[in-house]
């Protein structure tokens, strides 16, 4: 409680934020930054904010994270703006400003610090529970991909170069195997095997690119379900969060991350593999949601790749979540001891589950292309 008194007291007084503090609390199940929520009183309304530590260990220029994300979100508020949207503050993170006027503050240990508009009313699901709800996961992505299809300017920093390099993935896996500094590769030697066989294949999307046959997108590079916001009432998505790694990449590491998280029947933290399976009709709705939105800009080959993205996603998720855990569990925020392992089982029982359905998700893809009269 200390420490969070602490923070009141020191870092969201840096931000532009009026009236009296009182109460903050630690918040969310992100893996990375360390999320807080403070209430405060200004002049008789309860107004609450979110306040995020970045993780300087894994966003190396937190200054370049935040440049990208005023850009972002200041073209997504002018896009709502124009197009005339309601509840515009819920459809787009607000960022609070420091006194400075900087859209960080640093703490007395150097931290970098951001705020945002607490969403009210909204809520993010683990599990995707009905077709519905997979059908507007999918649109939310789709519609922010649109958003972000003509942001002018200078490219994006690249806030993690590399971030889904298949290649350089498996080079610190092996890196990491062979060093195995914590005895830990004993336990995993079926899931080494199982990536190890899929390398060649892991790198479709990668080469893909490469070669120029998809085109370089800004995409969210974390689609994963739970960084996008629901309304507790109307259940239709609000807002996406979570934009630090909004950069250059392709469209297919979004539905990828949509694919991996949406459709599984069991969390990605889910020790017991066997609830984990791909649901076809919760795929079949989530394409749907997206595809109503993205149609228009996506090209042939992008679309041709669907289905491959989900795996290639999945895939690189229990690669680099095996990779922490023979590396000591430093990346992702833990729990349990051996929760990196479960999670990486997680992510090879899902692309097992998937394979073995791949015919029918491919055709689910067809039939949704045609429908749509999609070339
Ligand atoms: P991490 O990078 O650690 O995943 P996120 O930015 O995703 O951090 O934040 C963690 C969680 O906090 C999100 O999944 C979301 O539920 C919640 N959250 C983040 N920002 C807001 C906001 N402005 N309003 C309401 N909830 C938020
Ligand atoms: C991390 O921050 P969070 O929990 O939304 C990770 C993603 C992984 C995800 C696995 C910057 O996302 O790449 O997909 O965990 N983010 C970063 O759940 O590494
Ligand atoms: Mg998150």
């Not at 009236?19 to 405060?40: D, M």
């Not at 993935?169 to 004993?186: G, T, V």
Request: proline share 3%.
């Amino acid at each position: 409680m200390l420490y969070v008194m602490d923070l009141i007291n020191e870092v969201a007084r840096k931000f532009c934020i009026y009236g009296e503090p009182e109460k903050a609390e630690k918040f969310g199940t992100g893996h990375i930054n360390n999320t807080f929520r403070s209430l405060w009183n200004q002049a008789g309304t309860p107004v609450r904010y979110t306040h995020q530590r970045i993780n300087e260990k894994v966003f190396i220029h937190p200054g370049e994270v935040m440049d990208n994300i005023v850009r972002v979100t200041g073209h997504i508020a002018k896009k709502l703006a124009e197009a005339g949207e309601n509840d515009r503050s819920r459809r787009v993170l607000s960022i609070v400003p420091a006194r400075d006027g900087k859209p960080y503050a640093r703490d007395s240990e150097g931290g970098w610090w951001r705020t945002y508009l607490f969403i009210e009313g909204a809520h993010s699901l683990e599990l995707a529970s009905s077709p519905g709800e997979a059908l507007i996961l999918g649109k939310s992505i789709g519609k922010f991909q649109k958003q972000l299809a003509d942001l002018g300017g200078k490219r994006l920093h690249e806030s993690i170069p590399d971030f889904h390099h298949m290649g350089k993935r498996y080079k610190k896996f092996y890196e990491a195997l062979s060093k195995d500094a914590f005895n830990r590769a004993k336990e995993v030697k079926a899931e080494i095997d199982f990536l190890a066989a899929n390398e060649e294949r892991g790198s479709i999307l990668i080469n893909a690119m490469k070669d120029g046959k998809i085109s370089e997108r800004i995409c969210h590079n974390d689609a994963k379900m739970n960084n996008i916001l629901i309304d507790d009432v109307d259940l239709e998505a609000r807002c996406v969060v979570d934009l630090d790694t909004v950069m250059p990449g392709t469209s297919l590491f979004d539905t990828g991350d949509l694919i991996r998280t949406v459709p599984s029947t069991a969390k990605e933290d889910e020790r017991d593999i066997s609830k984990v399976s791909f649901s076809l009709p919760l795929f079949k709705s989530l394409m749907e949601g997206y595809l109503s939105e993205s149609k228009e800009f996506l090209g042939v080959n992008e679309k041709k790749l669907l289905v491959e993205s989900g795996r290639n996603i999945t895939q690189i998720m229990g690669l680099r979540m095996l990779t922490d855990y023979l590396e000591g569990d430093h990346y992702y925020h833990t729990e349990r001891p051996g929760q990196n392992m479960d999670r990486a089982r997680n992510q090879i029982a899902l692309i097992k589950s998937l394979d073995s359905q791949w015919e029918e998700a491919e055709k689910i893809v067809l039939s949704l292309l045609a429908l749509n009269n999609i070339p």
